[in-house]
């Protein structure tokens, strides 16, 4: 049989893409401002323009002593990619063959044979990023010692090196040596080559910002904090990066850590210390790292802090224990956080808070922007970006009911998912049940849920045993500050403890807490004791070997059981938005705007104002930052009359509520 061999047409040529509390009992004085700053916040009578000054026959009586500074800084003015396919249809009346040539040949059932069509394959390379997108992170990074409990339990999960950008290289920042095109090296960031990437980001924030560019505008030229060395502990991204750039405009200057080690932004970090400020942070720091980078932002020689801005009280705690007498020279912290506020109320009533503190977090401006519609936005984002879930019809339970709570609940309700909520408060638990979420105890719901979610700021809200209770795939994570609310590990263990756990073993510290119940009181040091029940506390974490830790993608975990169980753990029990998606720009501006002002009046205080307290931001303040804001949704107030004003008992430009009122 003669065989002949047919050309096809010409090949067809597709192109192939590459892509390489904690409220206190007790009264909690108010901050007073000065008469010149409530007179410079107040708008003129007969309109609504902030920018316009009151009459000085309408201005309010100053609600504190004294006068300050701070009144400048606060006088209010105007405020497809193309994609390529290759299908093979396989056709029952032709045959496959290879071609002597080493193409492909196809045979139809007459013996003709067909040469088939040769694919061009054209690689379309991006010159910028080819490079960077095959960078793939290899070296396990640093990991402190409490990270790591047993060799088994951390082979089996990657080190915080995983959770960077795979742009940049394995090295730690800490072991490079860089420097700025200014030539200074004091910072440390992933790669300061990323800043240009950083910068855009930080433009874009500044447009949904409105406030704090308007502060920066009206307030440069007094320069109210012009002698401040500000240190901050916060979070690092571009909403910060404005609010530091604000700081920086008025006077201050600020070293800068992150409060978090998986919430930095490497490119805005870099874009901060291109511009000079010496920021020491990146994505994906260990434990041990994080303490570093605060001790290098406080530790300066010839440098020394005289106002501290936290969130989350590590760095308050990091200078009461490393550097006491510091606090001689530091007029006042700004706190913005329920944790790091909760310890400041702890030291207040301990006698051991040697300055006077702001507490930003209690604020309205704070706690029903930031809190409540922040986290109203961001759970959904946290949720979809790392586990592609739908919300329908799931169950989930929410531990808190405070105003992260009660927006996590109204954006998970919406989606159609069954909410459960837990509660201590019986005022907000009776909130809760008039929203229409049933009020349970964690025990009672653990074994049925698909996702739990924390935002209490307490410690120990989910316990090993709660984790151990859970259904297969169980989705866990954080909303409130602390990473101690999911029982994970406990950070708290000792090197000493902790090597005696590693040889002795769990049983021996677990006999060890047993005859320490069993023996007298006085047998047993109280040290020894406290030691003892941290020992017994470590194997009730997942840190242990009996637990398998598997890398799904960044910031997601399978923490796998003896039985096949597994559970997925969202940033390792840390804030879920902000280390695994980002918050609305606009709700930031809010509580930074109310940050630079509590700086702006700690910093001017005269002598004596301000005891040695934690103290409230007045309506006033707040009102005025929130009038602030009103201009970018085209709003417009309406005015009270004389006659209005008088029947109420209120100066016509505010404050328009007591310091009582509950918004």
């Keep these: 049989m003669s065989v002949q061999v047919v050309s096809a047409?010409?090949?067809?040529?597709?192109?192939?893409?590459?892509?390489?509390?904690?409220?206190?009992?007790?009264?909690?004085?108010?901050?007073?401002?000065?008469?010149?700053?409530?007179?410079?916040?107040?708008?003129?009578?007969?309109?609504?323009?902030?920018?316009?000054?009151?009459?000085?026959?309408?201005?309010?009586p100053a609600p504190g002593p004294g006068s300050g500074p701070a009144a400048a800084a606060l006088s209010p003015a105007a405020g497809k990619v193309p994609q390529a396919s290759a299908m093979k249809r396989s056709d029952p009346h032709h045959q496959h063959q290879r071609h002597r040539d080493g193409g492909e040949a196809l045979v139809s059932p007459d013996g003709t044979v067909t040469e088939a069509p040769r694919t061009v394959k054209k690689q379309i390379q991006f010159a910028d990023q080819k490079q960077e997108f095959n960078k793939r992170p290899t070296k396990?990074?640093?990991?402190?010692?409490?990270?790591?409990?047993?060799?088994?339990?951390?082979?089996?999960?990657?080190?915080?090196?995983?959770?960077?950008?795979?742009?940049?290289?394995e090295t730690s920042p800490r072991d490079k040596q860089q420097k700025n095109s200014k030539g200074s090296g004091d910072f440390c960031v992933k790669n300061i080559k990323q800043a240009e990437f950083g910068r855009r980001e930080i433009e874009i924030a500044e447009q949904e910002m409105p406030a704090l560019m308007a502060l920066r505008k009206r307030a440069q030229g007094e320069k109210p904090l012009a002698g401040a060395k500000i240190v901050g502990c916060t979070h690092i991204t571009a909403q910060?990066?404005?609010?530091?750039?604000?700081?920086?405009?008025?006077?201050?200057?600020?070293?800068?850590?992150?409060?978090?080690?998986?919430?930095?932004?490497?490119?805005?970090?870099?874009?901060?210390?291109?511009?000079?400020?010496?920021?020491?942070?990146?994505?994906?720091?260990?434990?041990?790292?994080?303490?570093?980078?605060?001790?290098?932002?406080?530790?300066?020689?010839?440098?020394?802090?005289?106002?501290?801005?936290?969130?989350?009280?590590?760095?308050?705690?990091?200078?009461?224990?490393?550097?006491?007498?510091m606090f001689k020279k530091i007029k006042g912290i700004v706190e913005e956080s329920v944790t790091g506020v909760h310890r400041l109320y702890q030291l207040s009533k301990a006698g051991k808070l040697c300055v006077p503190a702001m507490n930003v977090n209690d604020s309205v401006t704070k706690q029903k922007f930031d809190n409540l519609y922040c986290c109203r936005e961001s759970i959904l984002d946290g949720l979809k970006r790392t586990t592609d879930m739908m919300f329908g019809g799931k169950q989930v339970v929410v531990c808190g009911y405070g105003e992260v709570g009660k927006g996590c609940c109204a954006a998970l309700k919406a989606m159609g998912s069954i909410v459960y909520v837990t509660e201590i408060d019986p005022i907000c638990a009776l909130q809760a049940c008039m929203d229409g979420f049933r009020l349970v105890k964690l025990n009672?719901?653990?074994?049925?849920?698909?996702?739990?979610?924390?935002?209490?700021?307490?410690?120990?809200?989910?316990?090993?045993?709660?984790?151990?209770?859970?259904?297969?795939?169980?989705?866990?994570?954080?909303?409130?500050?602390?990473?101690?609310?999911?029982?994970?590990?406990?950070?708290?263990?000792?090197?000493?403890?902790?090597?005696?756990?590693?040889?002795?073993?769990?049983?021996?510290?677990?006999?060890?807490?047993?005859?320490?119940?069993?023996?007298?009181?006085?047998?047993?040091?109280?040290?020894?004791?406290?030691?003892?029940?941290?020992?017994?506390?470590?194997?009730?974490?997942?840190?242990?070997?009996?637990?398998?830790?598997?890398?799904?993608?960044?910031?997601?975990?399978?923490?796998?059981?003896?039985?096949?169980?597994?559970?997925?753990?969202?940033?390792?029990?840390?804030?879920?938005?902000?280390?695994?998606?980002?918050?609305?720009?606009?709700?930031?501006?809010?509580?930074?705007?109310?940050?630079?002002?509590?700086?702006?009046?700690?910093?001017?205080?005269?002598?004596?104002?301000?005891?040695?307290?934690?103290?409230?931001?007045?309506?006033?303040?707040?009102?005025?930052?929130?009038?602030?804001?009103?201009?970018?949704?085209?709003?417009?107030?309406?005015?009270?009359?004389?006659?209005?004003?008088?029947?109420?008992?209120?100066?016509?430009?505010?404050?328009?509520?007591?310091?009582?009122?509950?918004?």
């Design 9 to 60: 047409a010409a090949a067809a040529k597709v192109p192939e893409v590459e892509l390489k509390d904690l409220s206190s009992s007790e009264a909690q004085p108010q901050l007073a401002l000065s008469t010149a700053a409530v007179s410079a916040m107040a708008p003129a009578a007969g309109g609504g323009d902030p920018e316009a000054p009151a009459p000085a026959g309408e201005r309010p």
């Design 140 to 169: 396990i990074g640093r990991r402190s010692l409490s990270r790591s409990i047993s060799q088994s339990s951390t082979d089996s999960y990657s080190s915080a090196a995983s959770y960077t950008d795979s742009s940049d290289d």
């Design 240 to 325: 910060t990066a404005v609010l530091m750039e604000t700081l920086g405009a008025l006077g201050a200057q600020c070293r800068w850590a992150a409060c978090n080690i998986y919430s930095t932004l490497n490119e805005v970090a870099a874009a901060l210390a291109e511009s000079g400020f010496p920021v020491f942070a990146w994505k994906g720091e260990s434990e041990d790292d994080f303490w570093w980078c605060i001790d290098r932002c406080v530790n300066v020689e010839g440098w020394q802090p005289n106002m501290i801005l936290d969130d989350g009280g590590d760095l308050t705690h990091w200078i009461y224990k490393k550097y006491p007498n």
């Design 444 to 663: 009672e719901v653990i074994r049925q849920v698909d996702i739990v979610i924390t935002c209490t700021g307490n410690k120990n809200v989910v316990t090993r045993e709660h984790l151990d209770r859970m259904k297969n795939s169980c989705i866990v994570c954080n909303m409130g500050h602390s990473n101690t609310e999911i029982d994970v590990t406990y950070q708290s263990i000792s090197q000493c403890d902790f090597l005696v756990l590693k040889f002795y073993g769990i049983f021996l510290a677990q006999l060890y807490f047993c005859l320490g119940k069993w023996l007298k009181q006085s047998m047993l040091s109280s040290p020894l004791r406290a030691a003892l029940i941290e020992l017994q506390h470590c194997q009730a974490s997942l840190r242990t070997p009996e637990l398998t830790w598997e890398r799904v993608r960044s910031q997601v975990d399978h923490v796998i059981w003896p039985d096949g169980k597994r559970i997925v753990l969202l940033a390792e029990g840390r804030l879920l938005n902000l280390s695994c998606s980002t918050v609305p720009t606009f709700v930031l501006s809010i509580t930074a705007t109310t940050q630079a002002l509590a700086l702006i009046e700690l910093y001017n205080a005269p002598e004596g104002r301000y005891k040695q307290d934690v103290y409230l931001l007045p309506k006033k303040m707040d009102e005025y930052v929130a009038s602030l804001h009103l201009p970018t949704f085209d709003a417009h107030l309406t005015e009270l009359t004389d006659e209005q004003a008088k029947y109420l008992g209120l100066n016509k430009n505010g404050p328009f509520k007591p310091n009582y009122y509950r918004y």
